[in-house]
Nanobody
Framework: QVQLVESGGGLVQAGGSLRLSCAAS????????VGWFRQAPGKEREFAAA????????YYADSVKGRFTISRDNAKNAVYLQMSSLKPEDTAVYYC????????????????WGQGTQVTVSS
């Protein structure tokens, strides 16, 4: 079992940056695949980015490619999402999630979820 806790959300102006953190407890990320999803009001949860923990391979949704960067810190057992050039349409609750070590961009495939952190981008 792994528990995930996100932090780093907040209010930022369009064009600004934020860095989200996802800390794991209960076990290390080990062989897990870690993703960031987001959900705006009235919309379905959507994939943003993901990383294969043991190889560092990264994946991005087209909507965030070139603006968001996912990374990991083995020593801190944490995953980060650096978000730059933020747009009002990036406003959402951002969730960290983990699953066994296979790529997926479907929220239904993930076994572990954090509580989410709100990101609001003002125009």
């Amino acid at each position: 079992q792994v528990q995930l806790v996100e932090s780093g959300g907040g209010l930022v102006q369009a064009g600004g940056s934020l860095r989200l953190s996802c800390a794991a407890s209960g076990r290390t990320f080990g062989r897990l695949f870690v993703g960031w999803f987001r959900q705006a009001p009235g919309k379905e949860r959507e994939f943003a980015a993901a990383i294969t923990w043991h190889t560092g391979l990264t994946y991005y949704a087209d909507s965030v490619k070139g603006r968001f960067t996912i990374s990991r810190d083995n020593a801190k057992n944490a995953v980060y999402l650096q978000m730059s050039s933020l747009k009002p349409e990036d406003t959402a609750v951002y969730y960290c999630a983990a699953r066994t070590n296979v790529y997926s961009d479907s929220a239904a495939d993930y076994d572990y979820w954090g509580q989410g952190t709100q990101v609001t981008v003002s125009s």
